[in-house]
């Protein structure tokens, strides 16, 4: 039997850990998955594609709060019932029911509403030549598009974007220590999600939200009151701060390809949504996605046992050379295969549509409007790990007007 | 009338199974096998399924016999 190359080690919860390293591109060289204290890092594009969609893996997601000491309360609560870590008929019966209010015809009316949020946001500050990026456009724009889907006053925009971050301190592994505050966030969003279902059933608008409401399946029933409401906190949640992070990561990996972003200011309606797509591929600010074995299996030469975390490593394995020519390049003219940012399976990215419209809008717009765009050295960045992005980008530019 | 797949875009994400698993299926390797006929009264679990496709891969021809 022919010996199979050694497994490398990544110290994946190191601050210094970086995914854009020489160390893990000789992993991924090395064998297609490296050893990690949390299970193991699927590196290569084959498999991540193979491993994302097989049955025999779970979203694996729901023991977290316990894992962190968190067993009971409002979180854990909501946590047990989103459609994150649901498995199997709860799962698809809600899933089902939900699939069609985030379709592409179903967004495709809110465009108009991007692009002039886009055009408002770069407004107050294209005179000065600089700004913040992540607080003067990204979180707003994030923010209040959820805003819009969801029928909440946009001037309240900045009360849920500090709910949305708050709750999102749950998924972070300072958990215990944030509780208190994380369970209240999440009574308050109840108390809005409550309201919203209430003021729709009363009298529906046509807007996503009302699409929910009124859901009805003759097979799988209809959503009932506690699952609506689930779910709009899981959009609140899940929808801003990767928006507001994929925003940021975007322009800063255009502004190391100024020659990229001169052909997407030349023709943004050809190249908008190529510009999306390469900058989820290169910089996705979910670093892996989870998974854990429902049974012992095996996949290649390794047996996996039941219970074992992997972690598919998204921008690793969408800059695999075995599957991309030139891969570390945003190239708006190449034929890429898809990545896997948003996941993959039954637990795909329910509102990738939304993300991948909204984000077009807003890199078209930039684009057009902004030159010289480069980000400043004070940038912070969040760890490179998990779900990354900036927690300020101050950038530069010259207003093309 | 009549389904088609692009059978080059189809990534076997499974969502078009949970819309309409009457018609649509994956195998126990986890690949797509559908049915191409469908009759009218299962056309709206279909055009969920459309909807729903992440690759935007499935095709309906409404004049198909």
């Not at chain 1, 949504?273 to 892996?288: F, H, K, N, Q, T």
Request: charged content about 25%.
């Amino acid at each position: 039997m022919a010996t199979q190359p050694a497994t490398l080690h990544l110290d994946i919860s190191n601050a210094h850990f970086r995914m854009d390293s020489e160390q893990v591109r000789k992993a991924r060289d090395a064998h297609w998955y490296a050893r990690t204290d949390w299970g193991i890092a699927v590196l290569r594009y084959e498999d991540s594609s193979a491993l994302l969609k097989s049955p025999l893996l779970t979203q694996g997601s729901a023991k977290w709060p316990a894992q962190h000491g968190v067993v009971e309360g409002h979180f854990d609560e909501w946590w047990q019932k989103t459609l994150l870590v649901l498995e199997g008929d709860e799962h698809n019966r809600i899933r089902r029911l939900v699939n069609p209010a985030f379709s592409p015809r179903r967004i495709a009316p809110l465009h108009a509403k991007f692009q002039a949020l886009a055009d408002g946001l770069v407004d107050e500050w294209i005179d000065d030549g600089r700004t913040e990026f992540a607080s003067q456009f990204a979180a707003p724009y994030a923010t209040r598009i959820l805003c819009v889907m969801l029928g909440i006053d946009e001037n309240d925009w900045k009360k849920i974007h500090e709910l949305a971050s708050t709750i999102g301190l749950g998924l972070g592994i300072t958990i215990q220590e944030n509780i208190a505050r994380i369970d209240q966030a999440v009574v308050e969003l109840t108390e809005y999600a409550e309201s919203l279902v209430r003021s729709r059933r009363e009298s529906p608008n046509g807007d996503i939200l009302s699409t929910l409401v009124e859901t009805r399946d003759e097979d799988a029933g209809k959503l009932s009151d506690e699952e609506l409401i689930n779910l709009i906190i899981l959009l609140i949640f899940a929808g801003i701060d990767t928006t507001r992070n994929q925003l940021a990561l975007s322009v800063e990996a255009f502004s190391k390809q100024p020659d990229q972003w001169e052909k997407l200011a030349s023709e943004p309606e050809r190249y908008s949504a190529a510009a999306v797509e390469e900058a989820l591929r290169v910089d996705p600010i979910g670093r892996w996605i989870s998974r854990e074995a429902a049974e012992t299996f095996q996949y290649k030469e390794r047996t996996i046992e039941k219970g074992t975390t992997l972690h598919l490593f998204t921008m690793t394995s969408a800059t695999d050379p075995a599957a991309f020519d030139n891969p570390d390049r945003i190239d708006l003219d190449a034929e890429r295969s898809p990545h896997f940012a948003f996941g993959g399976g039954l637990h795909h990215c329910l509102g990738h549509f939304v993300a991948r419209a909204d984000i077009a809008v807003a890199l078209s717009t930039l684009a057009t409007r902004l030159t010289d765009l480069r980000v400043e050295e004070d940038a912070e960045w969040l760890p490179d790990s998990g779900n990354t992005g900036a927690v300020s980008l101050p950038i530069t530019f010259t207003s093309r007007s | 009338m009549k389904i088609t797949v692009d059978e080059v875009k189809c990534q076997n994400h499974g969502l078009c199974a949970i819309s309409a698993p009457d018609h649509f299926e994956l195998d126990a390797d986890g690949k797509l096998t559908y049915q191409e006929t469908f009759d009218e009264e299962n056309l709206d679990a279909i055009e969920d399924a459309i909807d729903s496709c992440p690759l935007q891969a499935i095709v309906m021809d409404r004049d198909a016999a």
